[in-house]
């Protein structure tokens, strides 16, 4: 696959959109999932996700090829993401929500985007649960957090594209699961 | 868990990274086996892990590429003229060496040299460097002026270029084929690129 993609990028870079058009369908799924585990919105994701393309897409020329492409623009999603939860910190604080809603605000969520119609509502409010326990997490364990669990990478590609010691990714990752350990624990 | 050493919890998470040194293993392991506090809490990490892991993965939403392909700027022409440049060094230095070779085209790189050309045919009149095709006379071939300009008065059939210089049409005068003006240092290299490669 990375030759694939390597073949792509030097296409892009001669100015081929049809070949960026081929690096967003590989990527799209991974892109869209970060952006929603960190933004939570649907619609916030979709735009985030669409940004970090659109940027990868103007940044062309700033990818260095000996690198891992995947590690540059996930490093564009996160770094979009986090950017777009600082603004809107306030509405973050889901602690601040009436208990019981945020499940039904799942619920709702999910339903509108039409996914899981065949999942049973016990497993919903599982995954209502987890959801919520990660955005409850401050933004630096969260990415973390979405990068080693949710998109499975390993610890040092985390390092890379946070741009972050390793020593400091381990850190969060501690903090971020023992964070994560007194929401779930109950479970 | 009060009493427990400070360490235990750090190897829990070096246990869970699956970065951890042999004597801290089997130190976490013989405490875990003693102490239900911290049992507990390492069964809640690797609960918790398992938990997020089983988050289920979800997909961009449909037309997803589409969108972002509409959002890309559009390539332009001149933008598409350069790229294609950029694109194929090799056959712009081909062409540009081409050039140079045949002579001709010297005139193009240096701007002092404002040499004045045409299609040398008997039937045209010549003006302070105006090419003129006299009323009534009828030119059977291309006709090319560089460095100057042409009035037609009289018909021709074929194609006019005229590089670097005006075209003034009288009301009689007639062309049959194709009317080029380039007077763009970057058109005339075009133009000479595009015959080039026909
Ligand atoms: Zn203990």
Not at chain 1, 84 to 93: F, T
Not at chain 2, 20 to 31: N, S, V
Not at chain 2, 96 to 111: E, I, K, R, T
């Amino acid at each position: 696959m990375d030759l694939i993609v390597q073949r792509r990028i030097k296409q892009v870079i001669k100015g081929d959109q049809n070949a960026f058009g081929e690096i967003v369908e590989l990527y799209k799924d991974k892109v869209y999932q970060i952006c929603f585990r960190m933004l939570w919105d649907r619609h916030e994701a979709e735009d985030a996700a669409q940004e970090t393309f659109l940027k990868a897409f103007l940044n062309i020329h700033t990818y260095n090829q000996s690198k891992k492409f995947s590690t540059w623009l996930y490093r564009i999603a996160t770094n979009l993401c986090i950017d777009k939860i600082r603004k809107k910190k306030p509405d973050y604080h889901l602690d601040e929500e009436i208990a019981g809603t945020e499940g039904l605000n799942m619920y709702s969520h999910l339903a509108s985007g039409g996914q899981l119609p065949e999942e049973e509502v016990e497993s919903l409010e599982v995954q209502a649960s987890i959801h919520e326990a990660i955005l409850m997490l401050p933004e630096k364990y969260r990415s973390v957090i979405v990068l080693k669990y949710i998109e499975e990478l390993p610890l040092q590609e985390i390092a890379d594209i946070l741009e972050l010691p390793l020593g400091t990714v381990k850190t969060r990752v501690h903090r971020g699961r023992e964070a994560l350990r007194k929401h779930l624990r109950h479970l | 868990m009060t009493s427990c050493p400070k360490q235990i919890v750090h190897y829990m998470h070096e246990y869970l990274d699956g970065d951890i040194r042999e004597e801290a293993k089997q130190e976490l392991r013989f405490h875990i086996e003693t102490c239900t506090d911290c049992k507990k809490h390492f069964a809640e990490l690797k609960k918790t892990i398992a938990l997020v892991q089983s988050a289920s993965h979800i997909e961009a939403p449909a037309g997803f590429t589409a969108k972002v392909m509409a959002l890309l700027p559009r390539e332009g022409k001149k933008i598409g003229m350069e790229r294609w440049f950029r694109n194929h060094p090799f056959l712009t230095a081909a062409a540009l060496f081409l050039l140079f070779m045949s002579g001709g085209f010297a005139s193009l790189f240096s701007q002092e040299d404002n040499h004045f050309a045409f299609t040398k045919n008997s039937e045209l009149k010549v003006e302070n460097e105006t090419v003129i095709v006299p009323a009534g006379t009828k030119i059977e071939e291309d006709l090319f002026v560089k460095n100057g300009n042409i009035r037609i008065e009289g018909s021709v059939e074929g194609d006019v270029t005229v590089i670097n210089g005006e075209r003034f049409m009288a009301s009689a005068g007639n062309v049959t084929g194709e009317i080029k003006e380039i007077d763009q240092l970057f058109g005339r290299i075009w133009y000479e690129m595009k015959s080039l490669f026909q």
